[in-house]
């Protein structure tokens, strides 16, 4: 039986030794009522909860878990390695063949730079095109996440008004946006920031407009400004290249994280020749962003990127995931809303303006053994079968049955406090 008690005890313990309780994209003070805050192993695909309840994980830790949790082959290459040295006085020179392997995959890309955290990857961005344009004005689409500096989090607290200057915004995939956010941009235009799609919380996905990506890169060769595309969050999920390879869009700089050391702590930034003395010319470091043993890992993975189809696998289970979906909500006279790509789906419900019905279904499906988020997009992972699949239908199935029976579903109070969405 599902039970939360142990996870219940965790949460008054943090709340007096962490601020808050839990902070960042992992608190799950937003969630549903119950949903599990803590967790104490993960294998696969599923993870286990404070009090020993286990889950189909459609998360996968917000994205690093690509090929499975805990998977032998990755993480044998990351032990072996810590064995001979991880944090040292300088970097193994496995930095060298993880850059020579990563310009070697993606199509744009002379150059290599690593770090930790995405944050780290997009802030390096940033500062390569200021070096190399000598300008300062970025352009952002509205709504877009690209870290958590005080440059670009989207929570706006403790942070300066000069830490947003030289930013103008535009609108995703329109193209007259994009322009006038250029004209406003005059003579100091230094990058145009982008995502692979638009996967911004509470809403629909889009696929990027070819239109508009191209117009993207037009204008920086026009301009001389950096085309910069985060691909932090869809790094190798999309493609086994940068993702807007896909539309024959090339970057001057891509930024990557999550998924390309399968969860081991390393990301990077990437960029053509023409960057590259800018690149050189910025000061950034830190004190573990050279450690060995994650870069060990990064090989190790990029060795099953190249070399299986855990691509072509994510996005058979993920078209299986939607039309079962679609089948088994209709049955019960839901309407859903299944967009983005289908190996990292975002799930809302038709007439659903307060998310009642999502939190109403997502908490259900829960205590039924599959983790899904309400209003962020999820991801499969390349350790998920059919009979994973077919065991989400089935709990969706039961969730369905559930809260139809309830009949109501008041908008969910933690975003309506928030001020996320509408009340009652």
């Not at 535009?170 to 946006?177: A, F, G, K, L």
């Not at 999920?237 to 390879?245: E, F, K, P, V, Y």
């Amino acid at each position: 039986m599902w039970t939360n008690s142990e996870d219940k005890a965790l949460r008054v313990r943090a709340e007096a030794v962490i601020p808050g309780g839990m902070y960042g994209h992992q608190s799950a003070r937003l969630l549903p009522e119950d949903y599990p805050q803590f967790f104490e192993k993960a294998s696969g695909a599923h993870l286990w909860d404070a009090d020993g309840n286990r889950y189909l994980d459609f998360m996968c830790g917000y994205g690093p878990n690509l090929f499975g949790y805990g998977h032998d082959g990755i993480d044998a290459a990351y032990t072996g390695q810590l064995a001979r040295g991880d944090t040292m006085t300088g970097p193994s020179g496995l930095m060298v063949d993880l850059a020579e392997q990563m310009t070697a995959m993606v199509s744009h890309a002379d150059w290599a730079m690593f770090c930790k955290n995405g944050t780290d990857a997009t802030t390096m961005a940033m500062m390569t095109a200021r070096s190399h344009t000598r300008r300062s004005t970025i352009i952002l689409a509205k709504g877009a996440y690209h870290g958590a500096a005080p440059w670009c989090t989207p929570v706006r607290r403790g942070v300066a008004k000069g830490d947003r200057a030289g930013q103008v915004f535009c609108t995703y995939n329109d193209v007259e946006s994009l322009e006038a956010a250029v004209r406003e941009a005059g003579d100091d235009l230094a990058a145009i920031f982008a995502a692979p799609f638009r996967h911004d919380t509470f809403v629909d996905q889009e696929d990027p407009d070819p239109a508009y990506a191209k117009r993207a890169r037009e204008i920086c060769d026009e301009t001389g400004a950096l085309l910069i595309v985060d691909d932090v969050r869809a790094g190798f999920r999309l493609a086994r290249d940068c993702s807007w390879s896909r539309i024959g869009v090339a970057p001057d700089l891509s930024c990557w994280g999550k998924a390309i050391a399968n969860g081991h702590p390393i990301s990077a930034l990437l960029g053509g020749d023409k960057a590259r003395a800018a690149a050189a010319s910025i000061y950034v470091t830190g004190s573990f962003w050279f450690s060995a043993a994650p870069m060990a890992a990064a090989l190790a993975t990029l060795k099953l990127i190249r070399e299986t189809d855990y691509l072509e696998q994510t996005v058979a289970l993920g078209q299986r995931l939607r039309d079962g979906l679609d089948s088994v909500a209709s049955r019960h006279g839901f309407g859903l809303r299944q967009t983005g790509p289908v190996q990292m789906p975002l799930i809302l419900f038709e007439d659903d303006p307060g998310l009642g019905k999502g939190y109403a279904w997502s908490a259900a499906l829960v205590k039924r053994g599959v983790y899904f988020h309400p209003w962020h997009n999820m991801f499969l992972c390349a350790a998920m079968t059919e009979a994973d699949i077919d065991f989400t239908l089935e709990a969706a199935d039961d969730a369905f049955m559930a809260i139809r029976a309830e009949g109501v579903w008041p908008p969910s109070a933690q975003l309506v406090a928030a001020g996320l969405v509408p009340g009652g």
